[in-house]
T-cell receptor, first 113, second 112 residues
Framework: AQSVTQPDIHITVSEGASLELRCNYS??????LFWYVQSPGQGLQLLLK??????LVQGIKGFEAEFKRSQSSFNLRKPSVHWSDAAEYFC???????????FGKGTRLHILP | SQTIHQWPATLVQPVGSPLSLECTVE??????LYWYRQAAGRGLQLLFY??????ISSEVPQNLSASRPQDRQFILSSKKLLLSDSGFYLC???????????FGSGTQLSVL
């Protein structure tokens, strides 16, 4: 069965430090990959997506992610975090054989001043 | 522009009562439609998705069902609610499988 794993439930980084959030998936074909962010009390906002082409994808708010087929990963990165980046981040995988989209359990990001 | 409406925003229901949550999309045609349940620490659990009228795929068959009676209407139902059905339910749509999801504002369901 298809699955999405975000191994880190919580991550704490200092403001200005770099960030990497991990996402691994299990799927027998090339998936469509997404990262969403949910700020407290807010809805989910798409940060970026990958479905073909360049495996390094640029998104909004200075985020980027890299698709690594050999590792079945789609890790999210940001070179320097801001206090406003404190939120919950969800990795999602879409299937190219049907229209299912499944989410990981999320990583909550905390920012130290 | 496209909009998604989901109601009610909150709902308190006794155990054993029926459930009907409705979601409608405006400004697009033939959307993919989704029902998710969000719980703290568990992310978004896909419950049902639909690619067309009357076409429902179930991921969590247990106590819930879904229907799509019209192109832009998606309904989540239960005949008899359980305590474990409590949670935050989100409806979402996308134009295609590789396109972003647009989410409704959600329904907080409490089963007592």
């Amino acid at each position: 069965a298809q699955s999405v794993t975000q191994p880190d439930i919580h991550i704490t980084v200092s403001e200005g430090a770099s960030l990497e959030l991990r996402c691994n998936y299990s799927y027998g074909a090339t998936p469509y990959l997404f990262w969403y962010v949910q700020s407290p009390g807010q809805g989910l906002q798409l940060l970026l997506k990958y479905f073909s082409g360049d495996t390094l994808v640029q998104g909004i708010k200075g985020f980027e992610a890299e698709f690594k087929r050999s590792q079945s990963s789609f890790n999210l990165r940001k070179p320097s975090v801001h206090w406003s980046d404190a939120a919950e981040y969800f990795c999602a995988v879409g299937m190219n054989r049907d229209d299912k989209i499944i989410f990981g359990k999320g990583t909550r990001l905390h920012i130290l001043p | 522009s496209q909009t998604i409406h989901q109601w009610p925003a909150t709902l308190v229901q006794p155990v054993g009562s029926p459930l009907s949550l409705e979601c409608t999309v405006e400004g697009t045609s033939n959307p993919n439609l989704y029902w998710y349940r969000q719980a703290a620490g568990r992310g978004l659990q896909l419950l049902f998705y639909s690619v067309g009228i009357g076409q429902i795929s179930s991921e969590v068959p247990q106590n819930l069902s879904a229907s799509r009676p019209q192109d832009r209407q998606f309904i989540l139902s239960s005949k008899k609610l359980l305590l474990s059905d409590s949670g935050f339910y989100l409806c979402a749509w996308s134009a295609d499988r590789n396109e972003k999801l647009f989410f409704g504002s959600g329904t907080q369901l409490s089963v007592l």
